[in-house]
């Protein structure tokens, strides 16, 4: 382990970790068409950056997925929160997790083969589809494009945990937009029994976490009545928690 933090070439992951957070700062206050073209540049950049500090062999670019999605969610989110302050903070914890990300993946390339805890990518992922989730709800959008977009995130998100656990890319594809189906057609009923954004945003990462959680168990051999219950009281829970924090009662 000593080993793998001498060859980490931490110096480099911190200024990459810098340079996207300083691109998603200038990006708060851009307005269109500027803004597309900011986020094309300092996606492009940022994925340079990537592959140079990174350098991914083979398959593993397409994990480097994860580093790509935070960036553009936290490019979206902050946008839509008005205090200042608080996206200056926002932002702050945004380079904290795009380091994460960086250390995580060195970490298991180093330890190609090995069992390696997997919650340090899952829990940006869910942090990631989250703001998209929560940015999207706030967007003046009809119910196709919304679940659209909704769908296409969870697609996203699922394909890097999923990738993550070593799931070919085939194999991952097809279970990520099984994902998308069920968000997509969730995002849509959300939209006639009306949840403040917060807790609507919870709701889907909820659907997306119990979907993944049972695939994962498929992929492993280890799916049964075990498995269904735990997630079904996972579900349960968080849904009576989800609806008890809205401040009204639903129409």
Partial sequence: MQDFYQRL????LIVLSALATTGVLLTLRAAMPLLLVAVVVLLGVVTAALRQVMAPRGGEAARLLTPLLLTLANILFWRIIPDERASLIGCAFFGLLFLLALVDYHRRSAQRGAETAAWPNQAVVYVTLFMFCATFSTWDLNLVLYAALAGAAACAASMSVLLHRNIPRGAALRYSLLVAVVVGEVSWALNYWPLPT????LALLLHVHVALGLIQAHVARKFGFAQVVEYGAVCA?????????????LA
Avoid: K
């Fill in 198 to 201: 917060l807790q609507e945003a």
């Fill in 237 to 249: 829970i968080a849904a009576t928690l989800i609806l008890w924090t809205v401040p009204q009662p």
């Fill in 9 to 12: 070439q931490f110096d480099r």
